[in-house]
């Protein structure tokens, strides 16, 4: 090595700072007196190459700049690059984002870490300590993985054979990383001229050979497949060569190179980048220039593609496995909370603790309430002590069928239901009445929810899965099946709930093995759930057409659980109908019906009486020590004739004695309290069926009008009762142009008025309750609202006897186009149009002379005292 220089040009043996050093390498892997100087830049040689002369660059200034600048290694003719592959991670350059601030840094912290043989400098070291070359620089590639190793060489010495014995030793030695013991360090010598470009490129498997000429001006021939394998294959397997297709503008030519791993594909770009291929190889005359870059590889998405391109087979597969998915994920959660709301587990009170403190503490603020409405209602429990016993009966039955328990509203079904049911463990109440009421279907689906303990529950998905469903109608011509119709909402939470109640059911079976879970439910019909549906077909004016579709839902609800013994089924209706919507879906069995009246007198009496004596005991509690009584404070006992008159007008209705007996409390007489409930019942009436916005309309939720609900109050004001039939046939129902008896049900159905049935068909009709048969009575002789409602009645008439006229007129002029042939036998039918039409015009004199009569007593405002009665001859 004698006469050799150091890389930098200085003598042979000359001193150097570490700072001058990028790595220091081990000195015993030099010859005596040498040394080898390594660059502080490690990405970029900073010596004078073959071809590359700094003093031509430096005399044409501003036209090429600095080797170190271009981004190559410099090197003599006499010097050489071979590239080692796998000395670092390829992921390690990311490493460098961090507390190192370049790759200097980062070698030098394997100048004090210990490796041991597999230090990267020790692996250099050992692969080229056989070799006939001296290592004059090395560049590390912590990017590639790798190592750029420049040493000098004789050239007598081929670099073919350099490589080939290189390539020798490393299979030999069997090198290993320092990061991977079952890797493999790779060596090549370096055939092109290395881009040391410290860009955001990271290594790829696939490699972009690009066709350049070899100086401006020249031109570039595209290479075959044939010889880019021959160039390449050495590096690596080779997966696929892509070629630029014939009709591609792009310039320069390239080709793509696929191989099959990224660290062949690491070599070759290294070792490959800028290599001349000469004409023997066919680059053509003046010779075609490699330009190697990374390319990441496009994935075809095959399958990505097929879904895009099938959208009426993939929206609805993917709708079905989110629905599925669905099902799987949170039915499961949801019996879960529907089983713990049946069972109270998730109440706070079910907490034995929070329970007693609870019960403690409702001992010291309510428990004389509670004790004194038990005892109020004592006598109501002993007067209907059989509908009791009919209930209970009925939840004894092992065959099981529907309950229905028929009241009024404020008759007290729900006490009753209550009070039967008191030693039932498992009870679930179902309110129609609050879902009916809600809005929107979202607001139903919410409180039917609720009412269940059904959740979680995403009512708001429905909405944005209706909008992606029309958006995939409008533009696929399918539906993509994302949101539910409110129908199969409501279908999937009867179902979730009807699985939770049959697993309540089965929660006290003792022995599994031995009874079938159909034959416990059957022969322990004590063991089931109750469910009590409250206010059932209740509805609400707004949301009458959507009612009918819960109300049937709830129906085939409570027939699956009666008709698989999961559960009994209570309904509490004021409607008379119910048994129309309970026959479809349980047609096979007869109901239990409980019917629940107005309480007789006497226990309505009696319970006034002890209502007054629990509130006197309350007060005389709450008075002085001292014994002096506040004779202001004390409640007066009610003379008992008055008090029975009073509760003649009154009635039994359990809401109307509350506050009959909290107006007595409160120190009225029982006279005083009954004309306040009566006047009270009258405004009600008069806010709700005559000052309507729309009085003389007939729709789908009000049925009925304001005339015929006024002929009801007027009529059963004079009478106690009416007959059906007599209703149906007066004017105001027959004259109208919606079915009399719907007109009729609507008003039944609103508890203005009451059917009484003998054998199931209706018989009569009388008030709604025994204060709005009195407030009938005190509206009838009202003079001023008595002439403005008759002229309406006279009005709506009088408009029916004109359509008669009219139609008649209308049959008179086609008669009168026939010819005279047929004219003359239709001479019978002309006469009794004309007698019609002759009577028609007569009752419209009569009527608008009525009413005449009328408006002058409606502006007078005295009391009518004349033909009282005018109106029958006519209704």
Known sequence: MGGWRGVDGRPEGAQFKCEDLGWIIGRDMLHENDLIDIQTDIEIGTREGSGHSSAAT????????????????????????????????????????????????????????????????????????????????????????????????????????????LSQVLEEKALKPWFNPFARVTAGIVRGIPWLEDLNRFPKNRIRVEFVPREPGENAVELYQETLYSLFRQYGKIAEITSQPADSKVVPRFAYVDFILVRDAIMARNCMHGFVVGEALGGGKEGTRLRISYEKKTKPHSIWNWITSHPKLVIPLIAAMLAALSVVIFDPIRKFFVKSYVKHKTSVTANKFIGWIKSKTDRLWSSSRKKDKKLSLSAFWNQRQGLIEDI????????????????????????????????RKYVLNVDCKAISEANGETGVIRKLAAAVGYRPIFS??????????LAVQSTTGVKAGFSETFEAQLAKIFHTTASALKEVSLSSRPDKDTETEEAFLQSHPQDRTVVVVDNFLYTSEENKSRSNVIYDKVAEFAATLVQNNIAHVIFLTSDVSFAKVLSRVLPDRTFRHVVLGDLPPEVARKYILTRLEEEEEREGAKRPENGKDDAAKKIPKPDPVELAA???????????????ATRLKSGQNPNQAV????????SEIVKNYITRDTPSSVDDQNPWTV??????????????????????????????????????????????VSLKSRRGFPVSIEAGKATYRAAFKLLARDAALRARMDRSVLSTLAKAEKAKIEAAEKELAVLAGLPPKVAAEAGERVRYLVGNLAESQRRIVEFEGEMGRLKRVGVSGGEESKQKSWWRKWF
Do not use: C
Request: charge should be negative.
């Open 58 to 165: 430096d005399k044409e200034e501003g036209t090429i700049p600095q080797e170190k600048d271009r981004g190559h290694i410099a090197k003599s003719k006499a010097e050489s690059l071979a590239f080692f592959d796998n000395l670092f991670p390829l992921k390690l350059s990311y490493v460098l984002r961090g507390p190192w601030r370049n790759d200097t840094q980062f070698i030098r912290s394997f100048e004090s870490a210990r490796f041991g043989l597999n230090d990267p400098v020790n692996t250099i070291q050992r692969a080229t300590a056989d070799l006939p070359l001296k290592i004059t620089e090395i560049v590390p590639r912590v990017k590639d993985g790798g190592a750029f190793v420049k040493f000098a060489y004789n050239e007598d010495v081929p670099l073919s054979e350099i490589e080939a014995k």
């Open 392 to 423: 209970s009966s009925g939840l004894a039955d092992p065959s099981g069928t529907f309950i229905v328990v028929q009241g009024s509203k404020g008759s007290g079904r729900y006490e009753l239901v209550e009070q039967a049911l008191k030693e």
């Open 460 to 469: 708001w998905a429905n909405s944005i899965s209706s909008m992606i469903d």
């Open 646 to 660: 009073s509760l003649e007008v009154i009635g039994g209705r359990l809401d109307d004695l509350e506050l009959f």
């Open 675 to 682: 004309d306040e409930i009566v006047n009270l019942s009258a």
């Open 707 to 752: 005339e015929q609900a006024w002929w009801l109050i007027k009529t059963i004001a004079e009478r106690k009762s009416i007959t059906y039939d007599e209703a149906l046939l007066s004017a105001p129902f027959s004259a109208s142009s919606t079915s009399p008896r719907k007109s009729l049900d609507g008003l039944v159905a609103t508890d203005l």
